[in-house]
């Protein structure tokens, strides 16, 4: 019954995304930003689902039965302010230069906007070494999830295989049309269905408060943030979901908004969703140690799947497989297909074929890299160590750091193209020093401080980039004219 | 100041405001339930709702001024 729920789930995003080819007009743009004809609920749903992962059902449970309820503080409630914030501050900005300029990539942004080719090129190295990590974690987390899920009978590279697939049967057809109508259905079935898991355990385990006063007496520490999460960590964690505002995937999907007034609803309607998601997968994780109390390492992060398979196995377990497939999917289709985007229009239109390639041609680019990118991922996750899982954080680090060059391109008319480097390669090296320094600590702080990496990273990177600007002669007039009004 | 900037300046400062108070130390140690929620988890279920308030707010008060002509224009 499990597997029918799978193939059954499998099969509707597939017939979702494959539809979309009917309206698909044959141009590069169309490709790669739906010609700039997403409404706001359709970009609410594609950004949502693109930015949360299988860790927002399957991570965070298993955190918060490891620390409590802090998790949510941490992670969630923080995304739930600054998130919508870069989304207006940033994200309609981008969305506006984008549709003037007719530009499909960050990339393009950067180059024109700091005139300079070098930049764009460090930029496109940085950008794609950052997502890889990010896009290997999601086919090789979701294969493991179908093979617990499914009590074996679906084994990891199966799983990752038939995800690969379907992915990219989708998006190669669709674009990013059918990548946005396959990614609002699988946002509301994995909103949903943490509605459902909830409401049904909590009825198996006799109702939240019975539940939560069982645990408060075996584990009173896991009802508190207490020392699990100390301030100057909450504080510059903070920091994290700045991300958002440098991931190219999310950057896409701004630019496929039908107008500016397509983001309000997104804008609003963020910090609700990221409440609908997290809270349930927060109260089950803590709520564990009802059931389960001797959960150690790894098979914390299974906390939900073993709630599941202990209380309501068959149905539910299929429902929550499917829920894992469409958390992952969501974010892997438009990670490839903005990564098969930069390669066509960053490398190949701009560096080799910029006047002889037509729309079909740059359509079949875009093809031929979402599914090359596929490939790869797909083979490389069956040979990478499960230890990557630890890169998520570096990796939104990573990005979250960067934000600075985009705030100066946006606001800062004297920001220049010395100041972007500076910036850049400050981050880049930080990164490395960091990452070398505390690469295998999952609770590293900056000595031991509390304070993330990402704090120092992206103070050093405001300072770089204001520094470099300053000392640097100002952009030329025509550029400020382009991009200042 | 003009009053549409006012109301800008005030949202900036709500916007700062509601940052600070996600360092939710007065409830760090506190153990209680409130509305069935451990209160430290309450609290932050909470700052979700008023953080789309205050989106709602400035999508209302404070859109940023020129970008659908931005956009539109060739």
Not at chain 1, 137 to 162: A, D, E, H, K, Y
Request: net charge positive; glycine share 10%.
């Amino acid at each position: 019954m499990t597997l029918a729920v799978l193939v059954a789930y499998l099969g509707c995003v597939l017939a979702i995304g494959l539809a979309s080819h009917r309206f698909f007009r044959g141009t590069g743009e169309d490709y790669f930003v739906a010609t700039r004809t997403i409404g706001p609920f359709v970009l609410l749903m594609s950004l949502f689902g693109t930015h949360m992962t299988a860790f927002s059902l399957l991570g965070a449970s298993g955190e918060a039965y490891r620390t409590g309820i802090g998790v949510f503080a941490l992670m969630a409630s923080s995304s739930a302010l600054v998130v919508p914030a870069v989304i207006f501050f940033v994200g309609t900005r981008l969305w506006a230069v984008g549709k003037r300029h007719g530009l499909l990539t960050q990339v393009q942004y950067f180059r024109a906007r700091y005139e300079s080719d070098g930049l764009g090129l460090l930029l496109f190295v940085v950008l794609v070494a950052l997502v890889v990590p990010y896009l290997l974690i999601g086919v090789m987390g979701g294969g493991l999830t179908l093979t617990q899920i499914t009590g074996g009978q679906v084994p990891g590279w199966v799983g990752g295989l038939v995800m690969t697939a379907v992915v990219m049967a989708y998006v190669t057809a669709g674009g990013l049309r059918g990548t946005a109508w396959a990614n609002t259905f699988q946002t509301l079935v994995f909103m949903v269905l943490g509605a459902v898991t909830l409401a049904y355990l909590l009825d198996r385990l006799g109702g939240l408060g019975p539940a939560l006063e069982r645990v408060a007496a075996a584990h009173p520490e896991l009802m508190v943030r207490g020392d699990a999460v100390p301030p100057l960590k909450l504080l510059s964690y903070t920091l994290i979901p700045l991300s958002v505002g440098m991931f190219p995937h999310i950057f896409m999907h701004w630019l496929s908004a039908r107008g500016a007034a397509s983001f309000r609803l997104p804008v609003v309607a963020y910090p609700v969703c990221i409440m609908i998601v997290w809270v349930p997968s927060v109260v089950l994780g803590v709520l564990g140690h009802d059931t389960f109390d001797d959960l150690r390492g790894p098979a914390v992060n299974s906390v939900l799947i073993r709630l599941i398979e202990h209380h309501a196995p068959d149905v539910l377990a299929g429902l929550l497989g499917a829920g894992v497939l469409a958390a992952v999917m969501s974010s892997l289709d438009s990670q490839v297909l903005a990564i098969g985007n930069m390669f066509t229009q960053d490398v190949v239109r701009h560096y080799g074929f910029h006047d002889q390639m037509g729309e079909r041609q740059q359509v079949l680019a875009g093809r031929l890299f979402v599914g090359g990118v596929l490939l790869l991922t797909y083979l490389l996750s069956l040979v990478t160590p499960t230890r990557i899982f630890s890169l998520a954080v570096w990796s939104f680090s990573g990005y979250a750091a960067l934000l600075p060059v985009a705030l100066a391109a946006i606001f800062w008319r004297r920001s220049t193209r010395a100041g972007a480097y500076a910036a850049v390669v400050t981050v880049a090296v930080l990164w490395i020093w960091f990452f070398s320094v505390g690469g295998d600590d999952p609770a590293y702080t900056v000595g031991g401080t509390g304070v993330m990496p990402v704090a120092v990273m992206f103070l050093a990177s405001i300072a770089a980039v204001v520094v470099g600007s300053l000392v640097s002669r100002p952009p030329s007039e025509a550029t400020l004219a382009r991009f200042f009004r | 100041m003009t009053a549409g900037r006012a109301v800008r300046v005030a949202l900036y400062g709500a916007l700062a405001a509601l940052y600070a108070l996600h360092q939710d130390a007065w409830f760090r140690h506190d153990p209680r339930i409130v509305l069935g929620l451990p209160v430290g988890l309450a609290y932050h279920v909470a700052y979700c709702v008023a953080a789309s308030l205050l989106m709602a707010l400035l999508v209302k008060l404070a859109w940023p001024a020129g970008l659908e002509t931005d956009g539109d224009a060739p």
